[in-house]
């Protein structure tokens, strides 16, 4: 390293210039191929076998995801203005190049299944709107009393009716985005508003506010950066080429990013702000060193400082960058391609700021020259409360033990009452207009999050069996009544109902199903012939040995997806009986598994980044021991991270999820310094002075260090997303939490141990 060293002493400008030349291109490589995610199944791994069957019965039974637009008229829907809206809306839907004609539902588009002389017939509720009190009634007449329709498309005060328009995968855009909801702003009137939802909606708003918020927090984090790294190293150069270092390591991890084409996620936004914060650490060290360097040899030269700094500090500053690159690196057995990208770009970025950390610090320091000597006095007085605060910490250690203990044990505790979270609608504030829109749409229908069971078998005609459909449909009566968060079930059981009642003069008894096959059949063969079969094959397949049940819910967290499951898997076995598989499909599935992966990535990532830092810690320096009494300090941080998130009711998601690679990442950092520090000072051949000049020289760059990671961290906090403003405010505790373990546990363990004076006279 120190030849290298030598090399770019000798050639400085020709390190500079090869920088700015690979920048630059990195940069026009970012320009031309950044792009913003925003399909929420390009998060998911494809060959993941639940993403492999949900995508199958997707095929089968022509799911997607839709977008919902509800018409809203408080004095009812029964009018000529509010049903030519459903009307146009409806047209204006059918016409995009995006949706298929087929796939708009509306009350203009519906099926009413009624009776007749002849037998059955499938109607439009309206062709052309009513403008009589007679047309209205006779037209709520037939919305009340049809099920399929009330209470689906048309609200049950009767003030509220949906268009929703299924979308194919891969043509939602930006552009279709901000197309839909000028359509939906130019349809409002004076009576009448305009409410959208649904999942492509929440995914144009992400991609919407994701690339918005990333620029928002840059500047702040760079302005709160700049100012704390002001006050702690109180120099203008040493500060300006710190914040270079971070900025060249961000624009070259999101220029690698580009050249691999690797999209923007929306986690991905959190890369620049992490960097920022992280990457001035080496800085903060190397300077620290650099100035206690020059206090005491004022007439060093500015090569002689610089060899000093880089003989000492590239070894630690080496391996703190590896053992934060391996926190985020860790997070490539993740199967979710946020997280695992994430955790790849942020590494490389680390490692990036640390080369130039280590080339061009000393660049800056030849050219702009040495910092100023500080006062004596000045230093008399930093050390001796650094003396006397180690000399109190090392007295009252079985304090300091037993608190330790006794937080660790609560926060254990917490941690049992962690719980994964699969909404994305929870990403936004609680007041927002896309999560009001959406309570307001859950509140007069079924709910805009849909699961869809999949019934198997193996027998065709499986499902016109009565025996089969009336255990489908108790259990759909039976998850309808018992979970408030399920608003609605649908599937081929209410179609057969249907045609049972009105073949029998709409009266109400007949609202159930036959017991005669053949007369299901019968029935199923008239719609067929008569109404829409497209509809049909929705909810079962062709050989009626596939079933789709659909499952409306009010909510797409995991607490709501796990309650309808467990439900619904009270019915397994007596399904089992009856020769049928049972499996589940759909978008809200999907985030259910996407978030289980994230569970199995945390903790499969979480052992494997612990286990590589002590091996490295112990490697680095020769002991065993050393690598267990480095780890303690972000064990207790990780304990205590996830222990807070338990009793503050905060969710595991794809963001918190980062919270351990962070907290080892980055508080492994102020152990391998303390440990490089204490084995310095060890040569004394005294435990507590050993002790006390590593905790004055060391502890100061822990402390600046750990101020600005912290407030770096904090900008989070004016995040729009609340989860990121979550990692925030829980990366700037386990930050802190370091910082204190490492200077008060770890140097117990430290002195208590008596390693590097076993075999010493203490004086």
Known sequence: MEKILKQVIKFPYLFLITTIIISVFLFMKMKENSRMETNLDEYMPKDHPAFVYSDQAEEWFNIKDGIIVAVENKSGIYNTETLQIIKDLTKEFQKMPQIEKADVTSLFTADNIVGTEDGMDVKAFYKTVPETKEEFDELRKKVVTNEMVFGRLVSKDETVSVVIAALNDDVFTQEFYNDILKLAKNTETENIKIHVAGRPIVEGTMALLGPADMQKMVPIVLLVIILVLYLTLRSVKNTFVTILVVLISTLWAFGLMALFNIPIYAVSTMIPVMLIAIGVADGIHLYSHLQLYVNNHPQATKQEAVYDMYSKLWKPVFMTSVTTAIGFISLITSQVYPIKYFGIFTAFGVMVAMFFSLYLIPIGILLLGLPKVRIKKELKSDNHF??????????????????????????????????????????????????????????????????????????????????????????????????????????????????????????EEYNSIPNDQDLIAQYLLLYEMSGDPENLWKVVDYKYNKLNVNFQLKSDNSKTINAAIE????????????????NYAGSGYKGLVFTDLILEGQIISLILSLFIVIGLIAFMFKNFYLGLIGSVPIIITAVLGFGIMGWADIALNSTTA??????????????????EQYKFYAQTNDKLLTAQETFAHSGRAILFNAVVVIAGFLVLLFSVFPPNRELGALVSLNMFTSFVATLTIMLIILNKSNIYFKNKKEN
């Open 386 to 507: 650094a003396f006397n605060l180690t000399t109190k910490i090392l007295k009252y250690k079985t304090v300091t033990l037993f608190a330790t203990i006794i937080i660790v044990a609560v926060s254990v505790f917490g941690i049992g009452k962690v719980w994964i979270n699969s909404s994305f609608l929870d990403k936004f504030e609680k007041d927002s207009e896309i999560v009001l829109t959406d309570n307001f749409i859950n509140k007069h229908f079924g709910g805009t999050s849909t699961l869809n069971l999949v019934l198997d078998s193996k027998n065709e005609d499986a499902f016109k069996n009565p025996e089969v459909l009336k255990l489908v449909d108790k259990m759909q009566n039976d998850v309808d009544n018992s979970l408030q968060m399920v608003g609605n079930t649908f599937t081929l059981t209410d179609y057969i109902k249907r045609m049972n009642k009105v073949m029998h003069a709409d009266n």
């Open 658 to 675: 980062l919270l351990s690679s962070i907290a080892i990442g980055i508080g492994i950092d102020y152990a391998i310094h303390f440990l």
């Open 567 to 582: 439900k619904i898997e009270d019915y397994k076995d007596d399904f089992k009986n009856l020769g049928i598989e049972m």
